[in-house]
């Protein structure tokens, strides 16, 4: 069956928090990633209903797409 069960949502949003705890910790390698792996955090949290996480993950993608002057960046995060 190709239906989606709550067990099934829970393994996906654990893979996706893996996958953007190790992209976070190489953000030293590429930093124009920022913005766009803290917004991922911030819509995961807000999924999880961790919404106090969720804003500051969303400010911190905020913060840092302007810092750099990613406007795209700042679009899709204010988007969210």
């Given at each position: 069956s190709t239906e989606v069960t709550?067990?099934?949502r829970k393994l996906y949003?654990?893979?996706a928090r893996q996958c953007l705890r190790k992209a976070w910790f190489n953000t030293w390698l590429?930093?124009?990633d920022l913005?766009?792996?803290?917004?991922?955090?911030?819509?995961?949290?807000?999924?999880?209903?961790?919404?106090?996480?969720a804003r500051r993950?969303?400010?911190?993608?905020?913060?840092e797409a302007r810092r750099q002057?990613?406007?795209?960046?700042?679009?899709?995060?204010?988007?969210?």
């Open positions: 709550p067990q099934r949003r654990a893979r590429c930093r124009n913005p766009r792996i803290a917004r991922e955090f911030g819509l995961l949290d807000a999924v999880e209903g961790r919404l106090k996480s993950w969303l400010e911190r993608s905020l913060e002057g990613a406007r795209q960046e700042l679009y899709f995060t204010l988007q969210s």
